[in-house]
């Protein structure tokens, strides 16, 4: 079974830009999270999508946005892109609520340098 | 919200045992613990799971006492490829809906030397 998939590995942009981030989970995994993982922050919590719909946004501004299509594929967006934002994005997936407490399967994310 | 407390780094030699302990002493009924491996420029994987008392798989242990408030990573006779940053995990449930949410600690840097 081919594990998560997350397109581009790598992603150049500038300030002021906007930038979008693609995530195919596991075959069968309905739910798809995001993370953004920083050096001096760790892994954050950016949001949680299930069944198209979002259940779950961790503390970002709105700049940054999420959506999951009907075959569980899920892409995000950064809008007017800040130095900041550099970062490495990385997408999990797992089968959906109802599992017990959710195993993670993480793609292995896209690196994000805003110049 | 169920937080958890790791060491920040650990050293090791190969060969020998490493225990990673968490705290987590705001734990729910209904969460469990889950560790995480991860290596650097790649996402996190899942190593083990548990909610009380011992669980073991093929790469490590997880110690869970009564009580739930901490449990014990162990790695048996690590390698240099064990070199790598550990996250210690619960749920939350406090979330509209009761749906989980794992959240991610600092983690603890885990070095092996030769």
């Known amino acids: 079974k081919a594990g998560v998939t997350q397109t581009p590995r790598y992603l150049i942009k500038t300030r002021g830009q906007q930038v979008t981030l693609s995530c195919s989970p596991i075959?069968?995994?309905?739910?798809v999270s995001w993370y953004q993982q920083t050096p001096g922050q760790g892994l954050q919590f950016l949001f949680e999508?299930?069944?198209?719909?979002?259940?779950n946004k961790g503390n970002f501004p709105g700049r940054f946005s999420g959506r999951q299509f009907s075959n569980s594929r899920s892409e995000m967006n950064v809008s007017t892109l800040e130095l900041g934002d550099s970062a490495l994005y990385l997408c999990?997936?797992?089968?959906?609520?109802?599992?017990?407490?959710?195993?993670?399967?993480f793609g292995s994310g896209t690196q994000l340098s805003v110049l | 919200l169920a937080k958890t407390t790791q060491p920040i780094s650990m050293d090791s030699y190969e060969g020998q045992e490493v225990n990673i302990t968490c705290s987590h002493n705001?734990?729910?009924?209904?969460?469990?613990i889950t560790w995480y491996q991860q290596f650097p420029s790649q996402g996190p994987r899942f190593i083990i799971q548990?909610?009380?008392t011992k669980v073991t798989n093929e790469v490590a242990s997880l110690f869970i006492p009564a009580d739930r408030k901490s449990s014990t990573l162990s790695l048996p006779r690590v390698s240099l490829s064990d070199t790598a940053v550990y996250y210690c995990?619960?749920?939350?449930?406090?979330?509209?809906?009761?749906?989980?949410?794992?959240?991610f600690g600092a983690g603890t840097r885990l070095a092996v030397h030769p």
């Open positions: 705001n734990i729910a009924t209904n969460d469990y």
């Open positions: 995990l619960v749920g939350d449930p406090l979330f509209s809906g009761g749906y989980n949410k794992l959240i």
């Open positions: 075959s069968g995994h309905r739910s």
């Open positions: 999990a997936s797992s089968l959906g609520p109802g599992q017990g407490n959710e195993k993670l399967f």
């Open positions: 548990g909610y009380k």
């Open positions: 999508y299930f069944s198209e719909t979002q259940r």
